[in-house]
């Protein structure tokens, strides 16, 4: 088992900030794709961004120029950093990876082995 976990979600209002945290084994971290989703209810779960195992990083188009990944290798944490956050932006987010798979971003969602437990964000207008 691949442990992930998420912190950082929360509540703000439209045009605040949120930065999500997913730490991960230095395996996982150095080693598989790693990326957001989330899932709003009543909608399907859909990719927000992700880092591909060729340090490729693929963001939706919805959250480009808003979103932004980083990580720090020293505590192998994957980061989203959230600006000008709209109320579609509400839903429950995800970090996930994959050994499998060269690009996260590329496969159903449906295929990635390991999730973590998942964090809430709330954006009220």
């Known amino acids: 088992q691949v442990p992930l976990v998420e912190s950082g979600g929360g509540s703000v209002q439209a045009g605040g900030s949120l930065r999500l945290s997913c730490a991960a084994s230095k395996d996982t971290y150095s080693t598989a794709c790693m990326g957001w989703f989330r899932q709003a209810p009543g909608k399907e779960r859909e990719a927000v961004a992700t880092i591909e195992r060729d340090g490729t990083t693929i963001y939706a188009d919805s959250v480009k120029g808003r979103f932004t990944l980083s990580q720090d290798n020293h505590s192998n944490t994957l980061y989203l950093q959230m600006n000008s956050l709209k109320p579609q932006d509400t839903a429950m987010y995800y970090c996930?990876?994959?050994?499998?798979?060269?690009?996260?971003?590329?496969?159903?969602?449906?295929?990635?082995?390991?999730w973590g437990q998942g964090t809430q964000v709330t954006v009220s207008s």
């Open positions: 996930a990876a994959d050994f499998q798979f060269l690009r996260c971003y590329l496969v159903s969602w449906r295929a990635l082995k390991y």
